[in-house]
């Protein structure tokens, strides 16, 4: 008995499936990285945003100060909603980091009744060869048994 061509395809659509999952959760993982960047960006935008502010009280600029103002308002805005969806798409690597999980733990299913299978297959090859053998010397005993003289010992007894 093989295994079965259907526990070979359950594997392969397994491990296809993993597959899947892998690549959404480097996909959600990519998103979620570039979202940080966009955050270390504004913040880094507010920052000088403060810095003309700083600056402009130095020079006494009212318009770099207005622009200044309005620049750290913007980027904490901006970051208020990054932050927000940084939260969304965390969640949503952990998601597909337990469904990749999930998967994983089906396919190594799959390939454990796969291993079993084989291994059952080997085993019962490995008892008929045993088998046969042990036929084998089983039916040269006998052969030996009925006929106790050697072949040479015939030989001359018909001479004589």
Same mark, same amino acid.
């Given at each position: 008995?093989?295994?079965?061509?259907?526990?070979? @395809?359950?594997?392969?659509?397994?491990?296809?499936?993993?597959?899947?999952?892998?690549?959404?959760? /480097?996909?959600?993982?990519?998103?979620?990285?570039?979202?940080?960047?966009?955050? &270390? +960006? !504004?913040?880094?935008?507010? *920052?000088?945003?403060?810095?003309?502010?700083?600056? *402009? &009280? #130095?020079?006494?600029?009212?318009?770099?100060?207005?622009?200044?103002?309005? %620049?750290? @308002?913007? &980027?904490?805005? #901006?970051?208020? #909603?990054?932050?927000?969806?940084?939260? +969304?798409?965390?969640?949503?690597?952990? $998601?597909?980091?337990?469904?990749?999980?999930? =998967? @994983?733990?089906?396919?190594?299913?799959?390939? !454990?009744?796969?291993? /079993? +299978? &084989?291994?059952?297959?080997?085993?019962? +090859?490995?008892?008929?060869? %045993?088998?046969?053998?042990?036929? $084998?010397?089983? !039916?040269?005993?006998?052969? %030996? =048994?009925?006929?106790?003289?050697?072949?040479?010992?015939?030989?001359?007894?018909?001479? !004589?």
């Amino acid at each position: 008995m093989a295994v079965s061509p259907a526990l070979r @395809r359950l594997l392969r659509i397994r491990e296809i499936e993993e597959e899947q999952r892998r690549l959404a959760l /480097e996909a959600a993982l990519d998103e979620l990285g570039r979202m940080e960047q966009a955050l &270390a +960006a !504004t913040a880094r935008r507010e *920052s000088r945003g403060r810095r003309l502010v700083s600056l *402009s &009280a #130095h020079t006494n600029e009212p318009a770099d100060r207005m622009g200044g103002l309005e %620049q750290a @308002r913007a &980027a904490s805005d #901006h970051a208020a #909603h990054l932050a927000e969806r940084i939260e +969304a798409a965390a969640e949503q690597v952990a $998601w597909r980091r337990d469904d990749l999980l999930d =998967k @994983r733990v089906e396919r190594r299913q799959a390939e !454990t009744l796969i291993d /079993e +299978a &084989a291994a059952r297959e080997s085993m019962i +090859a490995s008892r008929r060869g %045993q088998q046969v053998i042990d036929d $084998w010397f089983a !039916t040269r005993r006998f052969r %030996q =048994k009925r006929s106790p003289e050697a072949p040479g010992e015939s030989a001359e007894t018909e001479e !004589t």
